[in-house]
Structure formats: structure tokens, C-alpha cells
């Protein structure tokens, strides 16, 4: 299990990075460690039990890779690619995903809630047990997925489509829906308010 730390600095509310005593916008040497972590990880094919919190990545793959109990919260991904990977047990809360994608991959009892994706793929992937309450999506696509018990709950979901999709037992409760596309997909065992 990864430390719980929280940043020193007076009233910053961020897990502490790494083994540090402060979090990456507190660190002074920021941009060199951001550096070493990237390079750590598209060199390693299993992230366990790793606190990378407030982290900052951009434009590189992370295919294929297992990802388990790690803390990536209020972390920022621009155009990462997690296809084909194994994401578990693992925080990603109150971060920013523009123009990722998770294609093909396995997500379980992994926290998305309070973050904000735009742009993004999570086509063809089985993610159950997961958590995106409070997120803010626009033009995402989760087609072809089983989205078993999943909670969306107080969501705000614009362009969205979830096509041919398992969402029995996913929670849509209390949420915000533009141009959502549930075509082909069981949404009659989803929940859309607490009245059965
Ligand atoms: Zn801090």
C-alpha cells in the first residue's frame, strides 16, 4: 500500500508525492521528477503500490501495463494511451484526462470521481466495480463494455455513448445527461433514480 501523506505545505489538501513530504506542485524540483517518473513508467510493465499523486503526463503510452493500488489523484494525463492494460484497485479522483484512451482494457474497484475527461475511449473494456461519480465528461465513448456496477451517480455526461454496452447494475443516479447514446444496451437494468 502506498503512503497517505498529505502535502506539508500550509493548506494544501494533495497526498505527499512518493516518499516525499510534499506534494509535485509543492516539490521544488518538480519538472525533473515528473521526468523520472515517466521514464519509470513506460519501462515498467507492472505499477504497484506507488503514490503518484499530482503527477503530470503527456503524450506517452502506458499499454499493456498492469497498474495496481496505485494513487494518481489530482493528476493530470493529456494524450495517454492506457490500451490494453489492467487498471485496479487504483485512486485517479479529482484528475484531468483530455484526449486518452482505454481501449481494450481490464478497470476494477478503480475511483475516477470529481475528475474531468474530455475527449476520450474507453472502447471495448470491461470496467465493473468502478467509480465515476461526479465527473464531468465530454465526447466519450465507453461502446462495447460491460460497465457492471459502475456508478456514475451525480455525473455530468455531455456526447456521451455507451453502445452495445452491459449496464446492469450501473448507477446513473442524479445524473446530468446531454446526448447520451445508451443504443443496444440493457440501460433498463441500470438505475436512473432510487424508486425500485
Ligand atoms: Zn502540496
Known sequence: MYSHKKCSEKGCLYFAYKDYDKCLEHIENRDKLIKEATLELKNSDIIRNSNLSTIQLDSIELKDKIIVVTNFSNSKFTNIDFSGSSILFSLFQYSTFLNCKFNSTIIKYTVFAGSTFTD????????VNSNFNGIKGE????????????T??????????????????TDLYKSERTNVNFKYSNYEEAFFNRNR
Open 152 to 169: 456514475f451517480i451525480s455525473s455530468n455526461l455531455k456526447n456521451v455513448t455507451f453502445v452495445e454496452c452491459n449496464l446492469k447494475k
Open 139 to 150: 465526447n466519450l465513448s465507453f461502446n462495447d463494455s460491460d460497465m457492471y456496477y459502475s
Open 120 to 127: 476520450c475511449e474507453f472502447l471495448d473494456s470491461n470496467i
